[in-house]
């Protein structure tokens, strides 16, 4: 089963709108973290907002917000105002304990291409 | 957040030589070093992990005699592709800090 999952491919919203990114995930630690970034053409990997699994409150980024709903497993971003230099790909993406290296592991979902209309 | 650099960003190689991927923490001490590949319109998957002064812990089905990782410093990992072949061609990057900070990438091309 996919721990990550992302069902939009992809995403067309129009300059100044708002727009909202799936996110659903899969884990039985009790202790996580969630992760956006964001991936322009140039492949550098941007990251955006984090949510902990104990936050009580969803968490917020200048205009990108998490819809934390943790008893439905999920994890949307929310983008508001959208500009034409949000057009990227988007990777939502959780941190487990990964007790193969002693350390923390990140699992990718597949990722959203977001494009902004003008 | 971290700061990372990742050399080279691009890089065109033959069949069958070596590329070697560095990743340089300049700002703090990074123990642990996260290599990740992705293929074209693909995501993230992590390769290895590298811990300094130790050996490199392995994902299941990456091959440790062709992706040869070495973190001898804090603020030093590198990643050598031996032998690459065309199928080796994607996009390598770094990241110190398990979700903050990444490097910029490598593009390997293997023609």
């Known amino acids: 089963a996919q721990k990550i999952t992302q069902t939009q491919p992809g995403m067309f919203v129009q300059e100044k709108e708002a727009v909202t990114l799936d996110c659903t995930y899969d884990?039985?630690?009790?202790?996580?973290?969630l992760f956006w970034y964001k991936q322009p053409s140039s492949g550098e990997m941007i990251f955006l907002i984090y949510q902990g699994s104990y936050d009580q409150q969803n968490a917020t980024e200048g205009r990108y917000s998490l819809n934390f709903q943790k008893a439905r497993k999920s994890a949307n971003l929310v983008i508001s105002a959208s500009q034409l230099g949000d057009s990227a790909m988007y990777f939502c993406?959780?941190?487990?304990?990964?007790?193969?290296?002693?350390?923390?592991?990140?699992?990718f979902g597949k990722g959203t291409k977001l494009s902004v209309i003008p | 957040g971290a700061v990372v650099s990742q050399h080279p960003s691009r890089v065109i190689c033959k069949s069958g030589t070596s590329v070697k991927i560095e990743c340089r923490s300049l700002d703090f001490q990074a123990t642990t070093m996260f290599w990740y590949r992705q293929f074209p319109k693909k995501s993230l998957m992590l390769m290895a992990t590298?811990?300094?002064?130790?050996?490199?812990?392995?994902e299941q089905g990456v091959e440790k005699d062709k992706f040869l990782i070495n973190h001898a410093s804090l603020t030093l990992s590198t990643l050598t592709v031996t032998s690459a072949h065309p199928e080796d061609s994607s996009f390598y990057i770094c990241s110190p800090q398990p979700g903050y900070t990444f490097g910029s990438g490598t593009r390997l091309t293997v023609v």
């Open positions: 993406a959780m941190r487990e304990v990964y007790s193969g290296a002693g350390s923390y592991q990140l699992t």
């Open positions: 590298s811990n300094e002064g130790s050996k490199a812990t392995y």
């Open positions: 884990t039985s630690d009790p202790s996580y973290g």
